[in-house]
């Protein structure tokens, strides 16, 4: 197994490390003013960031897994808030339409995604269905050349900010897993709308949104791949988006470490440093041991899908593994923080609500372990 990125790669890397470096000055100007600098977003854009996945016949980069895993530890480091589209726009959705979108679709989408002017949503979760997806209410019936849309989507991240939404409802209720079908929706289709921003504890703060589709005229050609395999889709494009959440666990992970190691180098306690408290030393070692772990599972998986191997066990591993270790991570960074580390505004403090949703998100770690163990006992 080689780890070590191609030079072009590793340019790619460090380049967003910097990027990350000087953006994460503005840090401190984003908890003052509960605003995100416009000069971190326009950054961002230039750099490429939305087309990552996307094909450069469409504009995007293309750039091949590990190296993509490495930027997006990188980009992991910044406030999740500096950048929500940019892992909208790496995430299922645009996994869905490069594989299984038509060519009017490719065409109309992917260009304007890649270039982050487009922005995409992605709705499974419903207030009656989440870790089981079969359960899902929302419907989708044919009439003539439209479908009807109808059924209530919630949890939706940066709906208010979607031109379309990739939505998933049963087409023939019937057929179980075969009924559920995946269609392109634009976000402004008469009878959707937008519940209020539903605030978190972090991650996406003013991100959230309920939907509400009530006979919806979808056209036909809204139709992604064939009837009946959105849930195959869907499945497909949440291999990578669980190792996207190792990669944004991680990246948390080092921000605390990074940000912890500093603070116990210059603060003082009983005379002397933190850092010369063996308590503490050994605290750190356990941080630096969790995130050394979490980045090798993490990068071996990302290799294996590199080269065409089912990564769906290695996938519920990565997803638990990094997103509990940055859990440790983040409590450990707050805890030698004192009481600074549980006050707003520190990087830390920040860190720790952050984390907490990428244990819940891309299916729970409790359905991972589910997936684990059906997997060993088969
Ligand atoms: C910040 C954020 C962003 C999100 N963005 C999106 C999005 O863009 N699009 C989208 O479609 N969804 C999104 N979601 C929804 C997310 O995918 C769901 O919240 C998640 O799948 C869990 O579903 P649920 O909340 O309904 O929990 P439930 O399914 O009700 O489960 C609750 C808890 O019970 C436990 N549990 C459930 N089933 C089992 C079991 N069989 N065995 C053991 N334990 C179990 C787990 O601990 C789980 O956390 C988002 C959620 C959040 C918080």
């Given at each position: 197994m080689d780890l070590d990125l191609p030079a072009e790669a590793e340019a790619f890397r460090r380049a967003t490390r910097e990027v990350v470096d000087d953006l994460l000055q503005?840090?401190?100007?984003y908890h003052r003013t509960d605003t995100v600098p416009e000069v971190v977003q326009e950054?961002?854009?230039?750099?490429?960031?939305?087309?990552?996945?996307?094909?450069?016949?469409?504009?995007?980069?293309?750039?091949?897994?590990?190296?993509?895993?490495?930027?997006?530890?990188?980009?992991?480091?910044?406030?999740?808030?500096?950048?929500?589209?940019?892992?909208?726009a790496v995430g299922p959705v645009t996994h869905a339409l490069v594989n299984h979108g038509t060519q009017a679709q490719k065409r109309a989408n992917l260009p304007h995604m890649a270039n982050g002017t487009r922005k995409i949503s992605f709705a499974v979760t419903e207030p009656d269905c989440g870790s089981d997806v079969l359960a899902m209410r929302t419907t989708a019936v044919k009439k003539g050349s439209v479908y009807m849309l109808n059924g209530t989507k919630t949890f939706i991240s940066n709906a208010n900010k979607a031109d379309v939404i990739l939505v998933f409802a049963y087409t023939d209720?019937?057929?179980?897993?075969?009924?559920?079908?995946?269609?392109?929706?634009?976000?402004?289709?008469?009878?959707?709308?937008?519940?209020?921003?539903?605030?978190?504890?972090g991650w996406m703060e003013d991100g959230l949104f309920e939907l509400n589709f009530n006979?919806?005229?979808?056209?036909?050609?809204?139709?992604?791949?064939?009837?009946?395999?959105?849930?195959?889709?869907?499945?497909?494009?949440?291999?990578?988006?669980r190792l996207n959440v190792g990669c944004q666990a991680v990246g948390c992970g080092d921000i605390a470490l990074d940000t912890?190691?500093?603070?116990?180098?210059?603060?003082?306690?009983?005379?002397?440093?933190?850092?010369?408290?063996?308590?503490?030393?050994?605290?750190?070692?356990?941080?630096a041991m969790d995130q050394h772990g979490a980045r090798q599972v993490?990068?071996?998986a990302v290799w294996r899908l590199s080269r065409g191997e089912d990564v769906r066990l290695r996938s519920s591993m990565v997803k638990v593994m990094c997103t509990e270790a940055a859990g440790r991570t983040a409590d450990r960074a707050v805890q030698l923080?004192?009481?600074?580390?549980?006050?707003?505004?520190?990087?830390?403090?920040?860190?720790?609500?952050?984390?907490?949703?990428?244990?819940?998100?891309?299916?729970?770690?409790?359905?991972?372990?589910?997936?684990?163990?059906?997997?060993?006992?088969?």
């Open positions: 503005y840090e401190p100007e950054t961002l854009r230039k750099m490429g960031y939305y087309g990552m996945t996307i094909p450069e016949a469409y504009g995007g980069l293309e750039t091949d897994k590990l190296a993509a895993a490495a930027v997006h530890v990188e980009l992991s480091r910044l406030p999740p808030q500096f950048w929500p589209l940019i892992r909208s209720r019937s057929k179980g897993r075969e009924g559920i079908t995946a269609l392109l929706v634009d976000a402004r289709t008469p009878g959707l709308t937008l519940s209020p921003a539903m605030p978190t504890t006979n919806c005229e979808i056209p036909a050609d809204a139709l992604v791949g064939e009837e009946g395999r959105g849930f195959f889709y869907a499945l497909e494009g949440l291999n990578e988006a912890t190691l500093e603070y116990a180098k210059q603060r003082k306690t009983f005379g002397a440093a933190l850092a010369s408290h063996q308590a503490v030393q050994h605290m750190l070692a356990d941080m993490l990068f071996e923080h004192g009481g600074s580390g549980y006050c707003r505004g520190t990087v830390v403090e920040r860190v720790y609500r952050d984390v907490r949703v990428l244990r819940i998100f891309e299916g729970a770690s409790e359905i991972h372990r589910n997936m684990i163990a059906k997997h060993l006992l088969r």
